[in-house]
């Protein structure tokens, strides 16, 4: 498939709200993507096709249900890059509503955080010397693996199948977070810990009260990490 093809896949308005809507890294059914979209359940069925078929998507049925979800984090990777380019533009030009401040404060995107959360945590471990990120990579220091360590996260057991730590660029802040293994295994770690859920259909993340405290210990998240960057 050219480069052409897949951008026009994309560039539909419909597949692109499915795709962004998948971007929260759960799988989702047709019926949801459908409500996502704004479209029929017939006319959904034929953009689900077409992105499976060119392996945006992949799916899986559980009993008389079908799920579908973005193919690979290389997929979740390119979608995440457009997100950044099609937020360009005179921020003033935009209102901003409650729940785009929700989502700018803390979400998922595909396997990991991203906001002025995921933000404030990436320069924190940048700042005490756990990670280096240079250029769209991240590189985790011995005292960064000894450090995650300490929190159940395992640097050298991760599965390299993919990148350990990479920069992922913020749609909303247009600065890179944390993403690849370690961003999904921090994220894994605040859902486990019970310091964010997740908001009913939204990507948003809802920082708990146990959250607030939890993020602020273990990372040294400064007071105003709300109002990075």
Known sequence: MTLAEVARLIGDPA?????????????????EL????????????GHLARMT?????????????????????EVAQAIQALMALASGGPRRHRPTGPRDEALRLARTCYDHMAGRLALAIADSLVRQGHVILSDGAGLV????????????????????????????????????HIAGHLGAAILLLATE???VARRADSRALRV???G??????????????????
């Open 15 to 31: 597949r692109a709200n499915m795709l962004a809507a998948l971007m929260g890294g759960q799988a989702l059914t047709a019926g």
């Open 34 to 45: 459908a409500w996502h979209a704004g479209v029929t359940a017939q006319t959904t069925s």
């Open 53 to 73: 078929d060119a392996a945006l998507l992949a799916v899986e049925k559980q009993g008389r249900h079908r799920y579908y979800r973005l193919a690979s984090p």
């Open 141 to 176: 220091t011995d005292e960064g693996g000894a450090f995650f360590a300490t929190l159940g996260i395992e640097v050298a057991a991760l599965p390299s199948r993919r990148p350990l730590c990479r920069t992922c660029l913020d749609w909303s802040e247009r600065r890179p």
């Open 193 to 195: 810990r019970g310091w």
């Open 208 to 210: 708990t009260r146990a």
């Open 212 to 229: 607030e405290s939890g993020f602020a210990s273990t990372f040294r998240l400064p007071t105003d990490w709300r109002d990075f960057p």
